[in-house]
């Protein structure tokens, strides 16, 4: 399978790609050593080096996904290229549902068949806004 192969459960609870996901959040309890069931974590793969956003999942197939219906309570992206993390930003779950709100009209349709939609967050917003919805 490509590395740019997509993968989806049936119950549609795990992001693509979920092999690549489950490395990056391996990697991740390994450096900061807690449970995974109080952190939910996204490998964002390189695009954000190349747009500048990242994309926060909010629905897949006319139903609600990823932030929207997430019970974790820390929120972690983790900035990727292939196998190697550079950096990850770790949010409040309840103050990124806000910025992602803010920013619900910029979104894009990805994934498989493009049935994902995902609200695009620039980094500038993250750096200067997250202090103004928290």
């Not at 290229?81 to 309840?94: C, E, G, H, L, P």
Request: proline share 2%; hydrophobic share 35%; glycine share 6%.
């Amino acid at each position: 399978m490509g590395r740019h192969s997509l993968k989806y459960n049936s119950d549609n609870k795990f992001d693509a790609d979920l092999n690549y996901g489950r490395f990056h959040e391996k990697k991740f309890f390994e450096t900061i050593n807690l449970p995974i069931s109080k952190v939910e974590i996204k490998a964002e793969r390189d695009w954000w080096d190349k747009t500048g956003n990242i994309l926060v999942e909010v629905e897949r197939s006319g139903k609600p996904t990823g932030i929207s219906v997430t019970k974790s309570k820390l929120w972690v992206i983790c900035f990727t290229k292939a196998k190697r993390q550079y950096f990850s930003i770790i949010f409040k779950t309840r103050d990124l549902k806000k910025l992602t709100q803010k920013y619900k009209d910029n979104f894009k349709w990805c994934g498989d068949g493009k049935q994902t939609k995902g609200v695009l967050i620039p980094f500038k917003a993250i750096i200067h806004e997250i202090t103004k919805v928290a």
